[in-house]
């Protein structure tokens, strides 16, 4: 059985232990498997293991039972994903594998709730500076003049163009307009739409922002 076949059948096995959630989906990513449950990622499956998403209201749980995050070298330094891994009676038993799961789905919703309400708040005016008349690029939180002037050479001139591309679409272009454009300025397109730091874009959405990313790049090679 060659070694991909063979982590999908243990990914396989991991979403059926967890049955009782209803209908989990398995999708590709980062050499793994991401783990969905209504249109959420809640999981992934990386090498051998099982790593559960956490949030400020669960993480605790994890760091009593030393359950690791998921890391990656980026740079020469170590960046954590907002996901640990799964305690060992996970594997061992359906019933505890449900109760991990449901708690990690809780943490996805309550991103999702977070980020939806960002979206739709509006956002907060800068002191002491009067709103422009129209506005530009520039303007928008974690863009100024040389990001705003990449994503012009790729055709998004304006905040409205960039709102109707979306993040990774605005970035797959910018990018091959820009080859120095680097994944800094995915977190910072996500966070100019969403009105959030691009550092907390890093650590938060990371890995559903890249697995969307790949999800272009595959449609792209057709």
């Not at 990774?168 to 091959?176: E, F, G, P």
Request: glycine letters at 6%; proline letters at 6%.
């Amino acid at each position: 059985m060659p070694p991909s076949a063979s982590l999908h059948a243990q990914a396989q096995h991991l979403v059926d232990l967890m049955e009782a959630l209803g209908p989990v989906r398995l999708r590709p990513m980062f050499g793994g498997h991401g783990l969905f449950r209504d249109g959420l990622m809640f999981a992934l499956v990386a090498g051998d293991r099982l790593y559960f998403k956490v949030d400020d209201q669960t993480v605790g749980r994890f760091n009593e039972l030393a359950l690791q995050p998921l890391s990656f070298q980026s740079r020469g330094r170590t960046v954590s994903l907002r996901y640990h891994e799964a305690p060992a009676e996970a594997y061992e038993n359906a019933d505890a594998m449900v109760l991990w799961a449901r708690e990690a789905m809780a943490c996805a919703q309550r991103a999702d709730l977070a980020k939806a309400s960002k979206v739709r708040s509006p956002r907060r005016a800068r002191p002491h500076v009067a709103a422009p008349a129209s506005e530009a690029l520039a303007d928008l939180r974690n863009l100024g003049p040389r990001s705003a002037e990449m994503l012009r050479q790729a055709g998004i001139a304006t905040p409205a163009q960039l709102r109707t591309a979306g993040s990774v679409l605005a970035y797959v272009r910018t990018k091959a307009a820009c080859p120095q454009a680097s994944l800094n300025l995915l977190w910072a397109l996500e966070g100019a739409l969403t009105d959030r730091p691009w550092q907390q874009v890093a650590e938060t959405d990371r890995a559903s922002l890249l697995m969307a990313l790949e999800d272009v790049q595959r449609h792209m090679r057709g």
